[in-house]
């Protein structure tokens, strides 16, 4: 059974940074790609990082030019570098990963971690 472990979050001033990780396990199947996702309180889940097996990275403007996705495939666990935390980066963080490419294209990945929380204050 695939079960993919997110850390790393919690409290933080305005323009501090964080980094996220998610191990992953049991994998039966190969992942086209790895996604970190939000949801803050109220409001609908929103993508924010991709990055898919060819190393090919995706972003949300919003996010754009402040986090980071990587991976350490050796150790199965993806990486959410996130720098110049504003208030609404606020939000529960879960990881994902895709096991096809139409899955990853359309940002609607088959596996999800159970979320770990990001706080931004003013």
């Known amino acids: 059974q695939v079960q993919l472990v997110a850390a790393g979050g919690g409290s933080v001033q305005t323009g501090g940074s964080l980094r996220l990780s998610c191990a992953g396990s049991?994998?039966?199947?190969?992942?086209?790609?790895m996604a970190w996702f939000r949801q803050a309180p109220g409001k609908t889940r929103e993508r924010v990082a991709r990055?898919?097996?060819?190393?090919?990275?995706s972003y949300a403007d919003s996010v754009k030019g402040r986090f980071t996705i990587s991976e350490d495939n050796d150790k199965n666990v993806l990486y959410l570098q996130m720098n110049s935390l504003k208030p609404e980066d606020s939000a529960m963080y879960y990881c994902?990963?895709?096991?096809?490419?139409?899955?990853?294209?359309?940002?609607?990945?088959?596996?999800w971690g159970q979320g770990t929380q990001v706080t931004v204050s003013s």
């Open positions: 049991g994998y039966t199947a190969r992942t086209y790609c």
């Open positions: 994902a990963a895709g096991t096809s490419l139409s899955r990853c294209w359309t940002w609607s990945p088959d596996y």
């Open positions: 990055i898919d097996s060819d190393g090919t990275t």
